[in-house]
C-alpha cells in the first residue's frame, strides 16, 4: 500500500485549497481500501474518503489523520433487455455519462458535466435538470469501516432524497469507520460504511446520442 505522508491536499481539490493530510494513500482496489482501514483503525487515525475532490473544503490545518482516495477503475457495460454498466468508484463520471450517451442509452445524460467520481455521485444523490442519479442507479456496493465486509445497498436501500442519500444520515451516527461527508466523519470516526468499490445504475436504450440533448433548459 502506497501510503504517503505530510501530503498537500490542495491539488487533489477543485478548489485547491486546504493543507496537508498527515497520511495519504490512492487505492485502486477493493483490497487495498480494506488495507488502508486497517491501517487506519490500527493507528486510531481519522479516515477522509476522497473521490474526485469536487465538493470537499479541507482546512488549512489540513487533515491529521489519513486521506484514502478512492482511485478504483472498471467500466462494464452490460446489454440486453434492460441494459446495465457497473464502473468503480473512481471512475471519472462525465466519462462514464459520455460513453452512456454514446451507446444511444439514456437515464443519465443530464448528470453530464458534473465533475467527480462516479463513488461520490450517490452521496448526494447527483442532480442536475430534473434528472438525479437514484432514478437509475441499481445498487452501490460499499464497505463497512468497521467490519470492513461488502456491503450490497439498492437504489431504496440509500434513501435517496433531494441532494440526499443514507450515507449522509442514518450512517452518519454508526460505528467508527464513516463513509462519506468525510470532513465530519473522519473527524469524528462515526460513520459506518467507508467506500463505493463499485456502483451500477441501469440505462435505457434508445435515447439521444449527445449528453443533455432531451434535458429542459
Ligand atoms: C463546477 C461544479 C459543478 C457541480 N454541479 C453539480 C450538479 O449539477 N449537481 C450535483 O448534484 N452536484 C454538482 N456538483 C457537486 C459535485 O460534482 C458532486 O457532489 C460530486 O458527486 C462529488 O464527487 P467527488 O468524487 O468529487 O466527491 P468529493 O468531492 O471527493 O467528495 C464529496 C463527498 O463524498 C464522499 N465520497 C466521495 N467519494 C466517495 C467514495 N468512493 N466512498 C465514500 N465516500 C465518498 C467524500 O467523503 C465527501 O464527503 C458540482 C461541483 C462543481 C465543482
Known sequence: ?????????????TLGLGGKARYFVECDTEDQVRAALIYASARRLPVYVLGGGSNVVFLDAGFPGLVLRITIGGVEFRDGPTPEVRAGAGVDWDSLVQSVVERGWTGVECLSGIPGTVGGTPIQNVGAYGQEIAETLVSVACLDRTTRERQTFTAEDCAFGYRDSRFKRADRARGPGALHRARSHAATGSRSHAAHPLSGATARRGGSRRARDHCPD
Not at 500500500?1 to 481539490?13: G, K, S
Open 1 to 13: 500500500m502506497p501510503l504517503r505522508e505530510h501530503v498537500p491536499l490542495a491539488p487533489y481539490t
